[in-house]
């Protein structure tokens, strides 16, 4: 380096950054900062004699500036023409004021271009450097095509200084980055690759770091690498910490380069040459037994270096996976830090053992840790380290320890993060079907998953339970049993109700001979949850009395009483309606062998591979793809109606060297023998219906088969006549959308369903509330063959009690047949009657559409239920005896009072039901506390039932007139 001259402290710079710094205002700042650029600009222009040290000391004072978040428009004239400076300090100015302030596109960069290759060409390592960096820092396309081939010159050189030839790595690392085809290739590969034999440990980390690239983008040409790596790392790894003091860290003996070959050798599948993969176990055995040596420092540094090789080490061991001495011993240190104090210690030892525990030589070595995980999965407290548990226990399970896991699993996720349960709902029902070997416990396990995780169960999970349950006959009757006790419970989450009704309309037979399940009991059960579920799930019950009909012909009069009620022959949603006319018509004309034909048992489902896996593989990144080595897909779908039962039928088939594999065992299960006619195949048009999609091939049809194009999986069942029901068709034109009419209404008593749908947009919701805070997910389908642009959420700032902050989009456009999801965050920050609002927008085929959306959130969603005894309930209810504290309303029964019923309505609600606390047993208490931001606010409620009248009076006491007369409202007309 040039000695410093005289003057290098740039005294006025120092006196400038004072003057900044003692501003006591913003004005203050920028009338100084204004004041010295005048200054600067005169002196640049009126003054010609300006000598290097000032034009580098102005050039400074420009740079502050512009660091300070000014615009600085002027200088950069001065600043080039610094870099022909001989002095190293006003050559390192210029070129820092090129590299952070400098348009790249700026006339100026051809002579910049000049000055750096004059740098490059001549004997002074400082001035080659600098010029290295500045090409490394503006690293763009016009860099690349300039110097791609100065810089492999420098790089391989024999008169090239180690420090340059660093440099020189580093930047041809930027510029290959920018530009993958200037990569270097033929004569300069050997050249580039013996660099890993340089006898400084500096270059061969730099060299390390640009291999690894060019082994990513030509693996073919690089390969002779591997052994060069491997012998460089044998001499690092069997050296000592006195050998390279130089580069030693906290007695670790190059822990950077030793990661870097690590990493570089996981690009390449074992070596075949025996010596230099017993040269390559020895290294590796080296680092395991290296890493069970006591400490030779208690600092940090030192334990985060050596652990850092040695994860390296584990990883290049499992990415070899032929050496089962080596797997085993690091599972065991990886066993090790399962108890350490070190929280990323154990995330680590977590994640590393998910994938030793795939590999069949050390699956029985993790499997030893299992209660270990177990306790990290109860105790942890870092949620990060409980969700890589529950992969571990995934991971990890087999026929031997499955029930205990899934029961562990289960247990957890009672109280897991809600983040996480939609998946831990996945690895149980794979877990279960996958390693069941009694079926009567994989229904059990099902059908308590429903209930403890019942929101989070998609509808391939409980589609999937239907189809086992159809396709074994051994278990057809302890399904229904189950089931049916299931659904008794007063709080019976809307899954539970749909598997209920698809297996007791097929198998309700099995058990109505008990008169504890009698046909009628089985009816009036399934009926007292209609009111409460969506339509959909009406559509299906609906089904399930057709087919009751035919099961049991002494409750066909109570069945169409129910066909004939008008909120289902004049219900607002047309599929209610027309099941409804169809049904009732059906039972009333048909006879008795025309109704057993037609509402006969579905026949068993063909055998494929359940969608539940794939399902679950998508929501994890793959590993990175091995060399040469792609993965395609190919995707059908089959759509059937057969028998009163609508079902979507697809196939997704990954070509990845991955076979696919029977998760369920249906091979014992024979295939139907009935006639059936295969319908048409189209190409499935998203993923997620794929994964929507378990049936799997053609369905046997005894009676007539019709193919639908409808996209939604919402019913098992359609129409009993085999015509296909609220056909979708292509859209040829799409039409702005500019105002709506949603759903959001029927979200009162439900957290996920579908908010908006028309032939060209549908809008999937799902709601998850704690306290005063909300997350909603809202997915975006479209439906047409058209791209959506531009497409955004935002909040409309209609409710400023209650704050909508959407998260930023992944992407701003909506491909044809594809989803967007937007994850709306949204905090209750007082008591509110209207539902937030965000507007939509986004453009297609030259027209904007733009609509406002009412979301879902109403007050009693930020209910707690709140328990207590007769005493206290009736205090408090005194104590809010208040003008304006009590809200009451009496209204005619809207359906017939039942009892459970009701209970359950005011449990879905938010409220507690308190039995045993009001003198009239037919009465209704309880109690809730609605959170906010602000403060909370207790509320109570009577419901008190009138059966001969028909009546009810609803009265609502809380601390503030609004929630009670609010809550009210919301309760209108449920009853």
């Not at 050249?191 to 340089?198: Q, S």
């Amino acid at each position: 380096m040039t000695p410093p001259v005289k003057g290098d402290g740039m005294r006025g710079l120092s006196v400038f950054i004072s003057d900044i710094r003692n501003c006591k205002s913003r004005e203050a700042e920028i009338k100084r900062i204004n004041k010295e650029l005048a200054n600067i600009r005169t002196k640049f222009k009126g003054d010609k004699t300006l000598d290097g040290y000032q034009k580098k000391k102005y050039v400074c004072k420009l740079l502050f500036i512009f660091l300070l978040g000014h615009d600085i428009d002027f200088g950069q004239k001065e600043a080039v023409n610094l870099l022909v400076s001989n002095k190293y300090t006003e050559k390192q100015i210029g070129y820092l004021f090129i590299s952070v302030i400098l348009n790249h596109e700026s006339d100026l960069m051809r002579l910049i271009i000049q000055n750096i290759k004059n740098d490059l060409s001549s004997r002074n390592p400082i001035f080659i450097t600098l010029a290295l960096q500045c090409i490394a820092n503006i690293g763009n396309r016009e860099m690349a095509d300039a110097f791609a081939q100065d810089i492999p010159k420098l790089l391989v050189s024999g008169d090239t200084l180690d420090t340059v030839k660093q440099s020189a790595a580093l930047c041809l690392l930027k510029l290959i980055r920018t530009a993958p085809e200037l990569m270097p290739t033929g004569e300069w590969t050997t050249r580039i690759i013996h660099l890993l034999n340089d006898q400084h440990l500096g270059v061969v980390t730099a060299a390390c770091s640009l291999i690894d690239i060019l082994v990513k983008r030509n693996p073919e040409e690089y390969k002779a690498c591997v052994s060069l790596a491997v012998s460089r790392l044998s001499r690092i790894v069997t050296s000592t910490y006195t050998d390279f003091q130089d580069y030693t860290y906290y007695f670790v003996p190059a822990p950077w380069l030793s990661v870097k070959i690590l990493r570089l050798l996981q690009n390449y599948p074992p070596p075949e040459d025996p010596s230099i993969k017993s040269r390559l176990n020895e290294c590796l055995d080296t680092i395991l037994q290296k890493a069970q040596e006591a400490l030779k420092s208690k600092k940090l540094q030192h334990s985060n270096a050596k652990n850092a090789v040695l994860f390296e080490a584990i990883n290049l061991i499992i990415h070899i996976d032929s050496e089962p001495n080596l797997l085993v011993k690091a599972c065991n240190q990886l066993g090790n830090f399962l108890s350490h104090k070190d929280t990323n210690l154990r995330y680590l030892a977590l994640e590393s053992m998910c994938l030793l525990a795939t590999s069949e030589f050390s699956h029985e070595a993790v499997k030893k840790h299992q209660e270990t995980v177990i306790n990290a999965l109860k105790t942890e407290r870092d949620i990060s380290v409980r969700q890589r548990a529950v992969d571990l226990l995934y991971a990890m399970c087999d026929r031997t320890n499955a029930e205990e896991i899934v029961k562990e699993m289960l247990a957890y996720l009672e109280t897991a993060d809600y983040h996480i349960r939609e998946e831990m709902v996945l690895k149980v029902a794979i877990l279960a079907e996958k390693y069941a070997v009694d079926y009567t416990w994989y229904v059990d396990i099902m059908l308590n998953l429903i209930r403890i995780a019942g929101d989070y169960v998609s509808e391939e999970v409980w589609y999937r339970v239907i189809q086992i349950v159809v396709n074994r006959t051994d278990v057809q009757g302890y399904a229904a049993k189950t089931v049916f006790e299931a659904l008794q419970a007063p709080a019976c989450h809307e899954n539970m109700v749909k598997v209920g009704g698809y297996i007791l309309g097929e198998f309700g037979n099995l058990i109505a001979g008990d008169p504890r399940s009698s046909p009628l009991v089985q009816f009036e059960l399934l009926h007292s949850k209609y009111h409460l579920c969506s339509p959909q799930t009406r559509c299906l019950l609906l089904s399930t009395y057709v087919k009751f009909i035919n099961l049991f012909s002494e409750i066909k009069q109570q069945i169409q009483h129910v066909l004939k009620q008008e909120n289902n022959l004049k219900s607002s949603d047309v599929e209610i309606q027309q099941r409804s006319v169809e049904y009732l018509q059906l039972s009333m004309i048909a006879d008795a062998d025309v109704l057993a034909t037609v509402l006969e048992e579905m026949p068993s489902f063909p055998e494929r591979e359940s969608s539940i896996l794939s399902s679950i593989l998508q929501k994890k990144k793959p590993p990175m793809e091995t060399i040469g080595q792609k993965e395609e897909k190919i995707e059908k779908t089959t759509t059937n109606v057969q028998n009163g039962h609508e079902a979507k039928l697809g196939q997704v088939q990954s070509i990845a060297n991955v076979q696919p594999v029977d998760l369920i065992g249906l091979n014992s299960t024979p295939p139907s023998t009935k006639n059936h006619t295969p319908t048409a195949v189209t190409p499935l048009k998203s993923d997620q219906e794929a994964l929507l999609d378990i049936f799997g091939g053609p369905v046997p049809a005894p009676v007539q088969s019709v193919p639908v194009s409808n996209n939604n999986l919402d019913s098992l069942f359609s129409d009993t006549f085999g015509v296909p029901t609220q056909v979708v068709s292509e859209v040829s034109q799409f039409n702005p959308i500019l105002s709506i009419q949603d759903n959001h209404m029927q979200f009162i008593f439900t957290n996920v369903d579908t908010l908006f749908e028309n032939e060209a947009l549908k809008i999937f919701i799902k709601c998850e509330f704690k306290q005063n805070l909300a997350r909603l997910t809202l997915t975006f389908l479209n439906k047409t063959n058209f791209v959506f642009q531009n497409f955004s959420v935002e909040s409309t700032g209609n409710n400023d009690l209650v704050r909508v902050l959407p998260r930023a989009l992944e992407t701003n456009a909506i491909s044809s047949q594809s989803e967007l999801a937007q994850i709306l965050n949204v905090e209750c920050v007082n008591d509110f009657i209207e539902c937030p609002q965000v507007l939509v927008q986004f453009s297609c085929e030259g027209t904007q559409s733009k609509f406002e959306l009412n979301l879902p959130v109403f007050l009693n969603k930020f209910f707690d239920p709140v328990q207590m005894d007769s005493q206290t309930f009736f205090t408090r209810w005194k104590n809010l005896a208040n003008p304006g504290q009590e809200q009451q309303k009496i209204f005619k029964a809207n359906f017939p009072i039942d009892k459970d019923r009701n209970s359950q309505t005011l449990i879905n609600f938010g409220w507690s039901s308190l039995t045993g606390i009001d003198p009239n047993p037919e009465n209704f208490c309880g109690a809730g506390i609605i959170h906010t931001s602000t403060q909370q606010y207790g509320c109570l409620y009577r419901l008190e039932p009138n059966r001969q009248a028909q009546m009810y009076r609803l009265t609502i006491r809380s601390n503030k007139e609004s929630i009670s007369k609010r809550l009210v409202e919301l309760l209108d007309n449920q009853f």
